[in-house]
């Protein structure tokens, strides 16, 4: 609050110094070389194709088990998305498939670092620039380095929901190619550099001062957040949760977005878990080569098969830094319950 009243006081609430303080200081969390706000996870993933020239005639290699707004600015650009199918066991993009995916006409491979764990980025084809879609992946790593500092550009939300939140909505690209941070930045501001010259047809898709406060201050309590989740992630393990559902795989730099297990019991354990007033989600039942808006791209129903079980499979159990491990009890004794059909009872409960 006192950070929103300074910059209420400031009288400068559109790209003010918060936002410049804070793209340096992304830049300088993620290893890259810039950092770019901008309004939102969606605006950042259409400048950046734009910038990297992607437009009618082009492909976009992409997977299909993902949220909606990662295809949007492709058919937006006038690219026409090319599916992949996933990893059945990290539910990112598989690198085999991908090859097979590339024409002569493949632009750029959009990869997106699923739940909070790192895409394989290290075993993607050679030949196309890669843009990291890590909106939901903001302190992974890949070894030692932060995602977001791997491809040629990588792109970021703040919705309110992310492990790095804003108070609304907000963006960021983040590059080590100069040049296209440059013509991101015009981009972003209608296409100028100086609000009289405008070089290029842009947008209007800035970061606001507010959320760039708020984020620089949260910024600092990250990895603290992100540890948590682990540790929380590992206690899931340690209760048993495994011998009811299939785990999603750990690895070093997973941050853990979301919590997601797999189970072809995945409606019952949804309705056990409503029943005993439990948040849950089934996350991109309908994957996106089988959404309605994208028929037109002539994709049916078996073509991608492991996207499409984990479509059908997957639960996202609660998880986030602040979870106790009262409540983690509470959560796999309602699964147990949902898929022995018993009334859920936690262990604080019954003790």
Known sequence: MARI??????????LGPNVEAFEREAAEFL????????????????????????GPGDE???????????VEPIVHSGATPVFCDIDPVTLNLDPADIAARFTERTRAVL?????????????????????????????ARIGARRVGSVGAAATFSFFPTKNLFALGDGGLVATSDPELARVVRMLRFHGSRDKQ???LVGYNSR?????????????????????????AAARYETLGLGELVELPADEAGHVYHMYVVRSAERDRILAGLREAGIGTAAYYATPLHLQPALAFLGNAPGSLPETERAA????????????????????????????????AVSAAQSA
């Not at 976009?60 to 990662?70: D, L, S």
Request: net charge negative; glycine share 10%; hydrophobic share 50%.
């Open 111 to 139: 990869a997106v670092h699923l739940f909070g764990r790192p895409a394989p980025l290290d075993r993607l084809p050679d030949g196309v620039p890669v843009v990291e879609d890590a909106a939901q992946a903001f302190g």
């Open 60 to 70: 976009v290699v992409c997977p299909a088990f993902t949220f909606y707004a990662t």
């Open 207 to 231: 970061l606001d001062e507010i959320q760039a406060a708020a984020l620089r201050l949260f910024l600092g309590r990250l990895d603290g957040w992100n540890e948590a989740r682990r540790e």
């Open 197 to 199: 010259t405008f070089e």
């Open 312 to 343: 059908a499979e997957n639960v996202a159990l609660p998880l986030w830094a602040g979870i106790s491990a009262e409540q983690q009890e509470r959560v796999v004794d309602a699964v147990r319950a949902a898929l022995s059909g018993r009334p």
């Open 5 to 14: 009243g300074e910059v209420l006081d400031s009288g400068r609430l559109i």
């Open 31 to 54: 290893g890259a070389g810039e950092a770019v706000g901008v309004a939102n996870g969606t605006d950042a993933i259409a400048l950046v194709l734009e910038a990297l020239g992607v």
